[in-house]
């Protein structure tokens, strides 16, 4: 798999802050994505280029990216908010999508 | 925006299967990449490839081999093929619009709901 590596959940209490890493040495010079995905539901995009907000996704969403690790920083989480969080890249060695197994977010 | 993907549910090993994603509120020769991407059970998202709205395509490598994306402006779709599957081919199949910026930075702003195709005898 060239999948990058993401923690398996992260839970936080609602109104404090969550942060979804996602890192691998496939990060490279890219732009990193972020999706959302709810129980039978698609996926949505919650950002994109690394730092930019889609329509309709509220500035609590932010990210960042070090040399190897994205990061999706949440802030006055919400219990809507509770989903499966996962990054997409692109693996400029193979010249493929790659995208990260997910986190669950649970909201206390 | 909306896509709606079409598919045969079950194929049999070692048989082609092919979907098709429909697209609403934007016409495929406009400008976008159209991909699929699929998951297998318990697994992460796979990318299986991009068609540019000229008709270039881009594939993951693993797969380039069995697959081939076509676009099908009369009626607005594009689809997937994929040839001699097997049991690792189940998957939720997604179809989406991509938006890029360089080479390389490529995003799925809008996704189907997902067809899923099971592989067996």
């Known amino acids: 798999s060239y999948g990058q590596t993401q923690p398996q959940s992260v839970s936080v209490a609602p109104g404090q802050t969550a942060i979804i890493t996602c890192g691998g040495d496939n990060i490279g010079s890219k732009s990193v994505q972020w999706y959302r995905q709810k129980p039978g539901q698609a996926p949505e995009l919650v950002l994109y280029f690394t730092t930019d907000l889609p329509s309709g996704i509220p500035r609590r969403f932010s990210g960042s990216k070090s040399a190897d690790t994205a990061t999706l920083t949440i802030s006055g989480v919400e219990a809507g908010d509770e989903a499966v969080y996962f990054c997409?890249?692109?693996?400029?060695?193979?010249?493929?999508?790659?995208f990260g197994r997910g986190t669950l977010l649970t909201v206390l | 925006v909306q896509l709606q993907e079409s598919g045969p549910g079950l194929v049999r090993p070692s048989e082609p299967m092919s979907l098709t994603c429909t697209v609403s509120?934007?016409?495929?020769?406009?400008?976008?990449?159209w991909g699929w991407v699929r998951q297998p059970p318990g697994e992460e998202m796979e990318w299986i490839g991009f068609i540019f709205h000229t008709g270039t395509t881009l594939y993951n490598p693993s797969l380039k081999s069995r697959v081939t994306i076509s676009l099908h402006p009369s009626t607005n779709h594009f689809s997937l093929s994929l040839a001699s599957t097997t049991a690792a081919d189940t998957a939720l199949y997604y179809c989406g619009r991509s938006n890029y910026g360089d080479f390389g930075d490529f995003w799925f702003e809008y996704w189907g709901q997902g067809s899923l195709v099971t592989v067996s005898s």
């Open positions: 997409q890249g692109w693996d400029s060695r193979r010249d493929l999508v790659v």
């Open positions: 509120g934007d016409s495929i020769t406009s400008g976008h990449y």
